[in-house]
């Protein structure tokens, strides 16, 4: 037996021309095979994704996730398992985000414009100078999560102190 020739089930193929797909030969003119799975070509460029086939020149795989890339003339790009168009949007830890301008940056999730806003140490986006005085943090009270500024954080533990203490 060539090198170019394998066998499927108990036939010899010739590997230049067909494809073994779970144990059927099938014409790779006309076919492609995905983990096992054949499936037919409208286009010439297909490639898998997975179990799934798709169309190369309209489509791309993303995380195992076939997405439609809706015009050959912009730059498509992979964010997590979605894909976005690098001229209006970015990716900010495998989430699309909206880019108004070109020159906005991540900060965490989010996009936010580094001219008039910061990424605060939280990963939240603040006014420039407000992540002092606006920092958050989470804190839990009887099974409820509350976002809080730490002046409120700090007032409502000082208040729990003395309320407790009048209890007992």
Request: hydrophobic content about 30%.
């Amino acid at each position: 037996m060539n090198s170019d020739h394998l066998v499927c089930g108990n036939r010899i193929y010739n590997t230049d021309d067909q494809i073994c797909c779970d144990g059927i030969l099938y014409n790779t003119d006309d076919y492609i095979c995905c983990e096992d799975t054949p499936h037919r070509k409208h286009f010439s460029s297909y490639a898998c994704c997975g179990s799934e086939a798709y169309e190369t020149d309209f489509h791309m795989c993303c995380q195992g996730s076939v997405q439609w890339t809706p015009s050959l003339s912009d730059v498509w790009i992979c964010c997590g398992n979605s894909s976005y168009n690098v001229e209006i949007s970015m990716c900010c830890e495998d989430t699309v985000q909206w880019k108004p301008l070109p020159y906005y940056v991540c900060c965490g999730r989010h996009s936010y414009n580094p001219n008039v806003q910061t990424c605060c140490s939280d990963g939240t986006v603040q006014f420039k100078g407000d992540c002092q005085t606006t920092v958050k943090t989470r804190f839990t009270n009887v099974g409820a999560v509350f976002d809080t500024n730490l002046v409120a954080l700090t007032s409502f533990l000082s208040l729990s102190a003395v309320y407790s203490d009048v209890l007992l």
